[in-house]
């Protein structure tokens, strides 16, 4: 069509969030939860499976000697260093331990990088209050946040609600 006709289309280009060559590509659901549950393995991995014997080693009934405080002491060096490394990826690049494994990231919604204190206060801390005020008997309407927290991830932006409280996205690194 001639560029002078006032009636033609308009001519525009459309970019589509799924292009895997865009910046602000979407993370899958799947690979969100893969990072979850990597997440969890790890952290159980090098805390609690190690707490956990130490457990039921310091509760077998007979005198502790002095292999049975190892396991304590592996998971509180396991407890450190999953801090100092979830902090350590957080802070300069958005990624805990599993994200890093799979290749995504949190980002603000504008693309720009999310700070170490919005990912900590406003995506972990407050989401873990707000799901804590479910353990209370005349508050178990708000159980529902959480159920709802997860159930968001099928929205068309697949952010959840912790993602909107932060003003984040989760995008292929």
Known sequence: MDASNPYAPPQATVRDITDPSDPFALAERATRLGAAILDGLILGAMV?????????????????SGLS???????????????WLTTLYVSRNGQTIGKKIVAIKVVRTDGSPASLGRIFWLRNVVNLLISALSLVPILAIVSLYGLADVLFIFSERRRTLHDRIADTIVVKA
């Not at 707490?51 to 007979?62: E, K, M, Y």
């Not at 190892?70 to 509180?76: D, H, K, T």
Request: proline content about 9%.
């Open 48 to 64: 609690y499976l190690p707490l956990t014997l130490a457990f039921v080693t310091l509760q077998s009934g007979s005198q502790p």
């Open 69 to 83: 405080y190892v396991p304590l002491i592996v998971g509180f060096i396991g407890c450190v260093a999953w801090i």
